[in-house]
């Protein structure tokens, strides 16, 4: 679900290789509305567990994104049908539940605290999912991520045309993922049948400037304008790794290989 977006689709694409996939949009393109295997969807208006039931999926994965109470509602929906059936949910979450934590990176078993709406909303929808017998939930935490047709990518793209300038956060420590190495990443464990929680980032971390300014020079477009913004004088951490429930070594990466990676 959400299969016009950019992880989701870009998920769709991958996994469409290998297994029989349909996915869900809410844009009036025409590419989506012409294909038999896509399905309109809104989260605020449609019955998520309709959809669901017609289509009898084996696995759903939600890369859903729309205004938070629908979303919540959406995703008490799908489980109701999970109660229901032998299907598997994977939840595509983000660092956003650890963004209260500035001074560690955070592991897969830490408690999640998050200042943002964003992460609180998703904080909220991970909990109802736990609730669920563990073999029915695979949830994976999610840094940011690039790659082509990324929308950071399209925004450092559409500044330096534009000479303005591109925000950069010299105090924040992040690790990263790409489109293409996050599909892999998923398609291992939907072969292995994996569930509970899994961090899918880079095994190391970088400074947010440091990263984004190699992104530019790889990009070369030109001479870009940084404006830096610091929300404290220390370092402060949002970074999903691993320890629990590690990836194979051939699944790991290094935040510069997510650099060079399709730029």
């Given at each position: ?48 567990f ?52 500035s ?5 897969e ?22 609730r ?31 000479k ?14 790409t ?33 984004i ?51």
């Amino acid at each position: 679900m959400g299969a016009s977006g950019f992880i989701g689709g870009s998920l769709f694409r991958e996994l469409s290789r290998f297994y029989d996939c349909h996915g869900t949009y809410c844009t009036q393109d025409l590419a989506y509305s012409n294909n038999k295997r896509f399905y309109h969807f809104n989260v605020e208006e449609d019955d998520a567990f309709e959809l669901i039931h017609n289509l009898q999926p084996q696995l759903i994965i939600s890369a859903l994104r729309g205004p938070f109470n629908a979303l919540i509602t959406t995703h008490q929906h799908i489980s109701e049908y999970l109660f229901q059936s032998h299907c598997k949910l994977i939840f595509m979450s983000s660092a956003n539940v650890f963004d209260a934590y500035s001074k560690y990176p955070s592991y897969e078993l830490d408690k999640t605290l998050s200042e943002s709406v964003y992460g609180r909303f998703q904080i909220k929808i991970e909990n109802a999912l736990l609730r669920l017998p563990k073999e029915k939930v695979l949830l994976c935490r999610l840094p940011m991520v690039f790659g082509q047709g990324a929308p950071r990518i399209k925004e450092i793209r559409q500044a330096i045309i534009e000479k303005t300038a591109i925000e950069v956060f010299p105090n924040l420590i992040v690790n990263v993922n790409t489109q293409d190495k996050l599909c892999t990443q998923l398609l291992y464990l939907i072969n292995q049948n994996a569930h509970g929680i899994y961090h899918l980032g880079s095994e190391d971390l970088v400074p947010h400037e440091e990263f984004i300014q190699e992104l530019v020079r790889k990009l070369r477009l030109g001479n870009p304008v940084y404006k830096r913004i610091y929300t404290t004088n220390e370092d402060r951490y949002l970074a999903v790794l691993a320890k629990e429930n590690p990836l194979p070594a051939a699944q790991n990466f290094c935040y510069q290989d997510c650099v060079n990676d399709h730029f």
